[in-house]
């Protein structure tokens, strides 16, 4: 038996991690702010599963809740095997329009809550010999497109730094970098995305499948479908005078 932990798993990608991982058998720490969400999603999942469900409600803007969840990630008597650092949420418009405390907000909960429960997972999981992060970030990791794109190139960067340091460990480190993909997310950010085409949109549930394989694999930089592995390629080739000319041009919101 292992036991994850995913954090924002109440909705989208960090959802349908905690369904398919229950579904293979894991237990699960659940990690979100929303009490309700939290307690219905953990009932759904024992009752199908027959896997035991722990809920750990935590704002991951506040530094004393982050510290709790620190905790338990990197318990020795009661480990977790696989983290998953999902929580995150996009604010609409230019940086300079926002007010700096919710630039911070966002920094928190995109960046420096990978920084800090990868830090106690990472150490954790080292000293015993096994066990994988995921930190999710994005495509929009790979171009210059405001501090959402800023923030995700941190998780990419600190990603790969960190599967680095642990190779040879047992312990494993993946990137996530999903393109535009059928969630709430959107929604919840006031953006509308009519405009996009189907065609590149991702599927939540298959995206989660694939990324779980590259888990197994021990892939440092997992990214769905081959048309944002084209994307993605491209942004990692092209000058970056063109990279930022390209995201300037484009105006798009962030895509995950």
Known sequence: MTTALVTGATAGIGREFAVQLAARGDDLVLVARDVTRLGALAQELRSRHGVEVEVLPADLTDREAIGRVAGRVGSADDPVDLLVNNAGFSLKG???D???ADEEAQFDVL????LVLSHAAGRAMRDRGRGAIVNVSSVASFIASGTYSADKAFVTVFSEGLAAELAGSGVTVTALCP???HTEFHERADVDMSR???FVWLDAPRLVRDALAD???GKVVSVPSPLYKVAVAAARLAPRPLVRAVSRSAHRPPST
């Not at 960046?111 to 990978?114: E, G, I, L, S």
């Open 94 to 96: 230019a940086f300079l």
């Open 98 to 100: 926002h007010d700096i």
């Open 111 to 114: 960046a420096r809550a990978v």
């Open 179 to 181: 393109g535009f993909t």
């Open 196 to 198: 996009l085409p189907e």
């Open 215 to 217: 888990v197994e694999k």
